[in-house]
């Protein structure tokens, strides 16, 4: 997991409900008697430095197991050397989809987890004009294609679509700010990643634009940012995601204490951290079961246990390798608990290929979603 580059803030978040993970685990007496040891990597956000050490940690240290990667390209950058020595790898991430390999266990969102009650939430909200803006590599590329197709099946129309680097410039964000102002959109779907997170924003809020009629919803924003931009930055924007620090659950408020103590600080804990933290406990639990970590035996345990993790009981399917989830969608609140305005009653299987519209062991669709009037409705 990166310590540095466009995405190390957001990775370090990911370290350190890991290494959490593990304490617990070891503090309970490791796994069949013996204490997990972590070996780790910073890959410093380079696609080709991840799979340089994926390599190197399969091959030379003989790990069979890796938990890590953020954005897709990572992911993708380190799988074909993880197949390559039958290893298996723990993806913490939501990610675009339309992917299947067994030898990752997918634990962030699936698109009709987080995207179709994102769009649902949106289309019914604020209308049917979308301005879409992404860092230019494959995930945004493909969540931003979910998303336009999602609209447009509900009658809306894509006012514009934007790519603009990973290190996003000054004059990067005037020309968003721009075309937003051109194209007069109802709300604007943004999968920049990083470092850029914070910039855009700053500059949304600073020319103007009100987050109760026009927000940017957005799936890769998480509360580290939030907690990067100045005052009033961020209030009343969309997010989508499995889990919030400030979900008021028993699990959500021991993880969030349990975090701030291991991270030595007033720091977030975010929903990738917090499918790093679950995929952890998972791998054990299916350690305990199979009583070795290699794939042969380790995979098959893994799709018969379950864990209650921080957003709710979670599990791996055993057709996808993508995990059973608690999607939310939420209004930011910088002053107090985000504003949960859509979650399902029963968790969600994953589709993350959105071929049916039906559920896997009849478990609650994105479709059955209960929206809560937003307290912002009225302002519209």
Same mark, same amino acid.
């Given at each position: 997991?990166?310590? $540095?580059?466009?995405?190390?803030?957001?990775?370090?978040?990911?370290?350190?409900?890991?290494?959490?993970?593990? +304490?617990?685990?070891?503090?309970?007496?490791?796994v069949l008697g013996r204490k997990l040891v972590a070996v780790f990597?910073?890959?410093?956000?380079?696609?080709?430095?991840?799979?340089?050490?994926?390599?190197?940690?399969?091959?030379?240290?003989?790990?069979?197991?890796?938990?890590?990667?953020?954005?897709?390209?990572?992911?993708?950058?380190?799988? *074909?050397?993880?197949?390559?020595?039958?290893?298996?790898?723990?993806?913490? #991430?939501?990610?675009?989809?339309?992917?299947?390999?067994? @030898?990752?266990?997918?634990?962030?969102?699936?698109?009709?987890?987080?995207?179709?009650?994102?769009?649902?939430?949106?289309?019914?909200?604020?209308?049917?004009?979308?301005?879409?803006?992404?860092?230019?590599?494959?995930? *945004?590329?493909?969540?931003?294609?979910?998303?336009?197709?999602?609209?447009?099946?509900?009658?809306?129309?894509?006012?514009?679509?934007?790519y603009v680097p990973l290190d996003l410039q000054p004059d990067h964000?005037?020309?968003?700010?721009?075309?937003?102002?051109?194209?007069?959109?109802?709300?604007?779907?943004? #999968?920049?990643?990083?470092?850029?997170?914070?910039?855009?924003?700053?500059?949304?809020?600073?020319?103007?634009?009100?987050?109760?009629?026009?927000?940017?919803?957005?799936?890769?924003? $998480?509360?580290?940012?939030?907690?990067?931009?100045?005052?009033?930055?961020?209030?009343? @924007?969309?997010?989508?995601?499995?889990?919030?620090?400030?979900?008021?659950?028993? +699990?959500?408020?021991?993880?969030?204490?349990?975090?701030?103590?291991?991270?030595?600080? /007033?720091?977030?804990?975010?929903?990738?951290?917090?499918?790093?933290?679950?995929?952890?406990?998972?791998?054990?639990?299916?350690?305990?079961?199979?009583?070795?970590?290699?794939?042969?035996?380790?995979? *098959?345990?893994?799709?018969?246990?379950?864990?209650?993790?921080?957003?709710?009981?979670?599990?791996?399917?055993?057709?996808?390798?993508?995990?059973?989830?608690?999607?939310?969608?939420?209004?930011i609140c910088e002053q107090g608990p985000y504003e949960i305005v859509?979650? /399902?009653?029963?968790?969600?299987? *994953?589709?993350?290929?959105?071929?049916?519209?039906?559920?896997?062991?009849?478990?609650?669709?994105?479709?059955?979603?209960?929206?809560?009037?937003?307290?912002?409705?009225?302002?519209?």
């Amino acid at each position: 997991m990166s310590q $540095s580059g466009v995405t190390g803030a957001i990775e370090r978040n990911q370290l350190a409900a890991t290494q959490l993970a593990i +304490a617990e685990i070891n503090a309970m007496g490791g796994v069949l008697g013996r204490k997990l040891v972590a070996v780790f990597r910073d890959p410093q956000s380079t696609p080709a430095l991840y799979r340089q050490h994926a390599q190197d940690l399969c091959r030379d240290e003989r790990i069979q197991v890796i938990f890590g990667g953020h954005m897709s390209s990572t992911r993708k950058a380190m799988l *074909p050397e993880i197949e390559a020595h039958n290893a298996l790898l723990f993806y913490p #991430t939501l990610y675009e989809g339309f992917e299947y390999s067994r @030898h990752c266990v997918y634990c962030g969102a699936a698109p009709n987890q987080n995207s179709v009650p994102l769009v649902d939430y949106l289309h019914s909200t604020f209308g049917n004009r979308l301005f879409v803006v992404g860092s230019d590599y494959v995930y *945004p590329h493909e969540s931003n294609r979910i998303v336009s197709d999602l609209l447009r099946a509900k009658g809306g129309v894509v006012v514009d679509e934007v790519y603009v680097p990973l290190d996003l410039q000054p004059d990067h964000i005037a020309m968003i700010i721009d075309r937003i102002r051109q194209h007069q959109p109802d709300m604007i779907y943004s #999968t920049v990643v990083g470092d850029g997170i914070v910039p855009f924003y700053t500059a949304f809020h600073a020319a103007g634009f009100d987050p109760r009629r026009l927000p940017i919803a957005s799936q890769s924003t $998480s509360e580290v940012d939030v907690a990067r931009m100045p005052p009033g930055v961020a209030d009343g @924007h969309v997010i989508a995601a499995t889990f919030f620090d400030t979900l008021r659950t028993p +699990a959500a408020l021991a993880f969030a204490r349990a975090f701030r103590l291991a991270a030595g600080g /007033p720091v977030a804990a975010t929903a990738p951290a917090e499918a790093a933290y679950f995929s952890v406990h998972l791998y054990a639990a299916a350690l305990a079961l199979a009583g070795d970590d290699g794939i042969e035996r380790l995979l *098959p345990a893994l799709y018969e246990v379950e864990v209650d993790a921080p957003q709710g009981a979670v599990r791996v399917d055993r057709l996808t390798n993508h995990t059973h989830l608690w999607p939310r969608v939420a209004r930011i609140c910088e002053q107090g608990p985000y504003e949960i305005v859509g979650q /399902p009653a029963q968790r969600v299987a *994953p589709d993350p290929y959105l071929v049916s519209i039906s559920s896997i062991d009849d478990e609650r669709q994105p479709s059955d979603f209960n929206f809560t009037e937003s307290r912002f409705r009225g302002l519209q």
